[in-house]
């Protein structure tokens, strides 16, 4: 003869059942942490299995090309900066190189030279960024704490050179805002003679872990194929086996007199 606690020990197993086996609809943006305003995903989610996402574009339209019509190109510059507040100094150095090309410009060697420094610096910048916070949301908390350590010492170089952490807006159409400050040397040298080890500390910190190898391993893989069929490029590009760098195959501000390798995974 059934009790009552076995008839409710039986209905709630039968509602768990019920529940596990729903996919549940979520909005993840725009006001998800990890979107930053950017953008909104419909997800489709069976357990942490994502079944479908649909996009919705255009919350990161900020009208800064209308904006643009009405400054002189010197006034763009802070403008452009906060298009990606992770690349400040490169998107800063693009819109200078290309007011430059339409005005037939040419620029200092040692211009190149510093605006080069600048825009590998900014790109380990935003690089600490993507690394610290892509542990972080997958559960590997500790090394975005590490991460965040070296990006202090690049934004301590940015407020060296131009007084902002952010947006130094250092970049000028026919050079820069001004000479290296002093001290600045010293500061890149003691920052690159650290980054190695802790290169290696960040790794130490993940390829063990087994919260990130759970969560990462084997998730979102993308063929060679695929990538080039979908006109991938960047490190998403690398990351799939394509030996493609703009830097290499069409150079520019000298990149074509260093000597660098492009950073490529195997192939999937």
């Not at 131009?162 to 000479?179: K, N, Q, T």
Request: charged share 20%; aromatic share 8%; hydrophobic share 40%.
């Amino acid at each position: 003869m059934a009790t009552n606690q076995d008839t409710n020990t039986s209905a709630q197993a039968e509602a768990s059942e019920d529940i596990s086996s729903q996919e549940m609809l979520l909005n993840m943006g725009p006001q998800h942490p990890s979107t930053h305003g950017v953008l909104r995903l419909v997800l489709e989610l069976d357990g942490e299995t994502i079944l479908s996402a649909a996009p919705t574009i255009g919350y990161l339209h900020t009208g800064i090309e209308k904006t643009t019509e009405q400054k002189k190109w010197q006034q763009v510059i802070p403008l452009v900066e906060r298009m990606d507040y992770l690349s400040a100094q490169s998107n800063s150095l693009a819109f200078c190189l290309s007011v430059e090309q339409l005005l037939g410009v040419d620029v200092p060697q040692r211009v190149r030279d510093i605006r080069v420094l600048i825009a590998e610096l900014q790109r380990i910048n935003s690089h600490l960024v993507w690394l610290g916070t892509h542990g972080m949301e997958v559960g590997a908390v500790s090394v975005m704490l590490y991460c965040f350590g070296e990006r202090e010492l690049l934004l301590n170089i940015n407020e060296m050179l131009a007084g902002f952490r952010m947006f130094p807006s250092y970049m000028r159409i026919g050079g820069l805002r001004e000479d290296l400050p002093r001290g600045f040397h010293d500061a890149v040298r003691a920052f690159l003679d650290r980054l190695p080890p802790k290169l290696d500390e960040y790794e130490d910190l993940l390829s063990q872990n087994e919260i990130y190898l759970k969560r990462a391993q084997g998730v979102g893989v993308i063929s060679k194929d695929d990538a080039v069929a979908y006109g991938l490029v960047g490190p998403i590009a690398r990351a799939a086996g394509v030996v493609y760098d703009v830097r290499r195959y069409f150079p520019y501000l000298g990149y074509d007199t260093y000597e660098f390798s492009v950073p490529v995974a195997i192939s999937a």
